[in-house]
């Protein structure tokens, strides 16, 4: 399985790094100017090609920088300095911000995000500013993390070959957010220089009441992913869809749901937004089904019916004018019905927090299924990787996969 073959790359990565620190900096030296030297090169040839200044420009900047780097020795040790405290401050951020929502919403866990916060802001401000700190020990705490990564992925195939294989509750140790994020983009751009359009991989035939659904867009912030699920053929949707709220350019704001016939919403998403969708089709028994439709109900308890632009403005006369609005885009298409959560978890949608995976994870609670990350940032690709590894699984619950690629 190929478990076993990422868990070996990452255990020959993490010796490799603990073993030969230096070797590792070199090496990441040598990368740096590697991508440069070629990214300058195609963008002279590009210029060559059709003549802009600005490709000369960055051909010649990008170049000059690979020189640069060769120029002086262990540059990589401030960018792994300062990149591991800037990506220490991200995660500061989010789960500051998501302490100060639990706060309001009196949801749990609040303590846990104070203190990752606290943790990563101290770790993040000592790296910044001591610019003589030993970054081999850097190397080491790296090469750590792929021993581990290594072991994860080795209990994983075991467990993924044994007959009574089933789901339980479990950190799942994942790469960082930020490697994950665009992987769902890749496979799809893979696909599409194979001139495919749609792919199916079925388990067995039986029939599924539950499908998660993981898309990708074709640029912005879509390109990151969004993850939904459908339960007996109803799309369920969160999102920052109230512009009017939104907050730290989109990407916090009142947390907005909806529901839509799961063929309706597909159509849209493939022929009107231009989103690629991974479905994944999950068995769940008598009792798993009746804790989501619990969950379901609960989440319907606490939230209102929410009005779009066009809606609230009598707009369907001259749609065109809200074309840029999604949700006015997809309520003048599909007569879609909004909801907005008003009190309880998901009351305010936050990018690095309350997203629309833990939205989704809302329901893989009820599966006993791996908690991938229920603190700090769980992005819809960190989901993508998981739900791949799992249906590659011959006794999992996830029963086929299905690859729409848009147009």
Known sequence: MKEFAYGLVYLFCGI??????????KMIDAFMVFIFFINGTKQLLKAGRHPKVIDIEWGLLSIGFAFFISNHQYFSNGIVRLGTAIYMWMYCVSCLVQFFIDIHTKEGHSLVDLGNGIFCLVIGSYLFFHKNFDVNVLILLFGLYCIALAGRSFLDGWLGIRSDYHWQHKHYLMLPAIVLAFLPG??????????????????????????????????????????????????????????????????????????????????QMLHTEKNSVFEYGIHVNQKQAKWIEHEIEALKQRSKIWLCAIERENGFSHPQDYMNDYPSRLRNATQVQFYKIINGKFKTYWALGDNCAQFTNMVFSKLGSAILNLRGVVSPGAYFVWLEHEFKKSKSPIVYRKIHIAA
């Not at 490799?16 to 900096?25: E, K, N, S």
């Not at 495919?196 to 599924?208: L, N, S």
């Open 16 to 25: 490799f790094m603990i073993v030969w620190p230096l070797r590792m900096l």
């Open 186 to 267: 890749q496979y799809i751009q893979r696909l599409k220089k194979q001139d495919k359009t749609e792919r199916t991989d079925k388990k067995t035939d039986a029939t599924t009441d539950l499908r998660v659904m993981v898309h990708v867009g074709p640029k912005g912030l879509q390109k990151v992913g969004h993850i939904t699920f459908a339960y007996k053929d109803c799309v369920y949707s969160y999102g920052n869809y109230d512009i009017a709220s939104s907050k730290l350019n989109g990407t916090m704001g009142d947390g907005v749901f909806f529901m839509l016939p799961f063929d309706v919403y597909l159509k």
